[in-house]
């Protein structure tokens, strides 16, 4: 597969931009502030911007659950605040279904933000078109 070249050349150029947080677990607070500093950059450069919350990472939706954590104890700022920078910007959050169910939660129990499913076949779709890129945390 040929690199997508810049603007103006002639190629597609990107325009979205789909995070999965597979990894992002609450328990390790110290790997959460990165997605979502890189949800909030890609949304700020005008790119379309979803953040799949699957396995654990489900939890960082309920309320009250990232509002208790921070990357580092040296930084005032919290996972929450951290995520809704993202949202400020105009990025998506989409939570998975059965990562909801694994963890004994539906979507109303969410924040009204993240009340949106997206799952496996949504992210894999967004993998695979070419106006996307994908990172998975």
């Known amino acids: 597969m040929g690199a997508v070249e810049p603007a103006g050349r002639g190629l597609m150029q990107r325009t979205g931009l789909a995070l999965l947080l597979w990894a992002a677990d609450p328990a390790d607070p110290v790997r959460l502030a990165t997605p979502f500093a890189h949800a909030a950059a890609a949304a700020a450069l005008e790119l379309q911007v979803e953040v799949y919350f ?24 919290t996972i929450a605040d951290w995520m809704q920078d993202a949202l400020d910007h105009g990025a998506r959050f989409l939570a998975c279904s059965d990562a909801l169910a694994a963890q004994g939660l539906v979507h109303a129990d ?26 998975v945390f």
């Open 54 to 77: 699957s396995a654990r990472s489900v939890l960082l939706l309920c309320p009250g659950v990232a509002e208790g954590l921070r990357a580092s104890t040296r930084f005032d700022k």
């Open 110 to 135: 969410l924040m009204p933000a993240a009340r949106q499913h997206g799952g496996a076949v949504q992210f894999t779709a967004r993998a695979a078109d070419p106006a996307w890129a994908t990172l």
